[in-house]
């Protein structure tokens, strides 16, 4: 029969716009990342992420009270060790039952017993050098150490109270060695394991890098994170990763991702898909609203709106705040 090319009808009116849309952003599909230090009572803004600060000990709970009131669901944190020497050649001080991390997760869930707490695991903020892990002496990363060690501090986040552990790392096998300790610690029944699965190598973290002071002092990563060009071995890392036991599957970083979102929710069909916002596209869009380009918040928008689209049902943003409003109205 006749068939009609018009398809303006579908899609003349906003609600009918809307409802073109797979799914919607949702207050709940958000995590929002926290810098915590070990100086219990600075809070410090950060030049290289605009709006945003981090936190000792005691200025954590005044900062999320509004927030959580407002609809922060999830949090994830990253510890920044300012004390001078805390930092050696096997990031011993990740796992310190007296660091920020374990301490702001246990704080976090006595005072906001329904916020979900996701630990972000590494060895890069913690090692002398910087680098996601630990060295051979050719300055290549010892996997079978590295591995070792981050899951160690996995255990130590989810036994301190962390609903979710998140190794961004990128060492082969980390995943599987999480999964197994946990389930040694009769812990993986109430412990979320999220891999940042495909994570790429590239130009789009420097602003967290600053935060965290977690660059690396010599060389890069282009040895442990994806090469931006490798579809295919992003492809292989994902499925790799839910076979070794993930729960979910994050791609990072995203605005510049969304195929390879797109290709973990066709290979983890059955797997929540997360995707990281990372501190370069946050600042990217600031710097941009700023010169002129566009509208902040009209552009926050579609990029979250692109990264659902492409298939992710979780998102880290540094947006979130705003987005605590902006989904009100
Ligand atoms: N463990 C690596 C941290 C990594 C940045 C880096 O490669 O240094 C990300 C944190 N998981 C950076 C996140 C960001 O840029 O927002
Ligand atoms: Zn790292």
Redesign the pocket.
Same mark, same amino acid.
């Given at each position: 029969g006749e068939i009609s090319s018009q398809l303006h009808g579908g899609y003349s009116h906003p609600l009918a716009r809307a409802w073109q849309a797979e799914r919607q952003l949702t207050k709940s599909m958000l995590i929002y990342?926290i810098f915590v230090s070990d100086q219990d009572d600075e809070e410090t803004a950060i030049a290289a992420l605009p709006n945003q600060r981090r936190f000792g000990m005691n200025r954590l709970v005044p900062f999320l009270e509004p927030l959580v009131r407002k609809g922060l669901r999830s949090v994830i944190l #990253?510890g920044v060790p300012l004390q001078p020497g805390s930092k050696d050649q096997l990031g011993t001080a990740a796992d310190d039952p007296n660091g920020p991390v374990v301490r702001s997760i246990r704080l976090i869930r006595q005072r906001f017993p329904q916020l979900y707490i996701v630990a /972000?695991v590494?060895l890069?903020e913690y090692t002398s050098h910087g680098h996601?892990g630990i060295l051979r002496d050719d300055g290549s990363l010892n996997n079978a150490m590295s591995v070792d060690r981050i899951s160690d501090v996995a255990v130590a986040y989810a036994h301190a109270g962390a609903h979710c552990v998140a190794p961004? /790392?990128m060492n082969d096998g980390r995943i599987r060695a999480i999964k197994l300790k946990l389930i040694e610690e009769g812990l993986a029944h109430r412990v979320m394991l999220m891999s %940042?699965a495909a @994570?790429f190598?590239g130009c789009? %973290?420097g602003? #967290? $890098?600053e935060a965290?002071g977690?660059?690396p002092s010599f060389g890069d $990563?282009k040895c442990y994170?994806l090469p931006p060009g490798g579809r295919g071995l992003a492809r292989r890392a994902i499925v790799r990763d839910i076979n070794e036991g993930a729960d979910v599957i994050m791609v @990072?970083p995203a605005g510049q991702y969304l195929d390879i979102i797109s290709d973990a929710k066709e290979l983890g069909k059955d797997l929540p898909i997360a995707a %990281?916002q990372?501190?370069?596209e946050?600042a990217m869009l600031h710097a941009a609203a700023k010169a002129g380009v566009f509208d902040l918040k009209i552009a926050a928008m579609e990029a979250h709106d692109s990264i659902l689209r492409a298939g992710a049902t979780i998102i880290v943003s %540094?947006f979130t705040p705003e987005l605590l409003d902006w989904l009100d109205n």
């Amino acid at each position: 029969g006749e068939i009609s090319s018009q398809l303006h009808g579908g899609y003349s009116h906003p609600l009918a716009r809307a409802w073109q849309a797979e799914r919607q952003l949702t207050k709940s599909m958000l995590i929002y990342p926290i810098f915590v230090s070990d100086q219990d009572d600075e809070e410090t803004a950060i030049a290289a992420l605009p709006n945003q600060r981090r936190f000792g000990m005691n200025r954590l709970v005044p900062f999320l009270e509004p927030l959580v009131r407002k609809g922060l669901r999830s949090v994830i944190l #990253f510890g920044v060790p300012l004390q001078p020497g805390s930092k050696d050649q096997l990031g011993t001080a990740a796992d310190d039952p007296n660091g920020p991390v374990v301490r702001s997760i246990r704080l976090i869930r006595q005072r906001f017993p329904q916020l979900y707490i996701v630990a /972000d695991v590494c060895l890069c903020e913690y090692t002398s050098h910087g680098h996601c892990g630990i060295l051979r002496d050719d300055g290549s990363l010892n996997n079978a150490m590295s591995v070792d060690r981050i899951s160690d501090v996995a255990v130590a986040y989810a036994h301190a109270g962390a609903h979710c552990v998140a190794p961004s /790392d990128m060492n082969d096998g980390r995943i599987r060695a999480i999964k197994l300790k946990l389930i040694e610690e009769g812990l993986a029944h109430r412990v979320m394991l999220m891999s %940042y699965a495909a @994570k790429f190598s590239g130009c789009l %973290y420097g602003p #967290f $890098r600053e935060a965290a002071g977690s660059c690396p002092s010599f060389g890069d $990563r282009k040895c442990y994170q994806l090469p931006p060009g490798g579809r295919g071995l992003a492809r292989r890392a994902i499925v790799r990763d839910i076979n070794e036991g993930a729960d979910v599957i994050m791609v @990072k970083p995203a605005g510049q991702y969304l195929d390879i979102i797109s290709d973990a929710k066709e290979l983890g069909k059955d797997l929540p898909i997360a995707a %990281y916002q990372v501190s370069g596209e946050f600042a990217m869009l600031h710097a941009a609203a700023k010169a002129g380009v566009f509208d902040l918040k009209i552009a926050a928008m579609e990029a979250h709106d692109s990264i659902l689209r492409a298939g992710a049902t979780i998102i880290v943003s %540094y947006f979130t705040p705003e987005l605590l409003d902006w989904l009100d109205n």
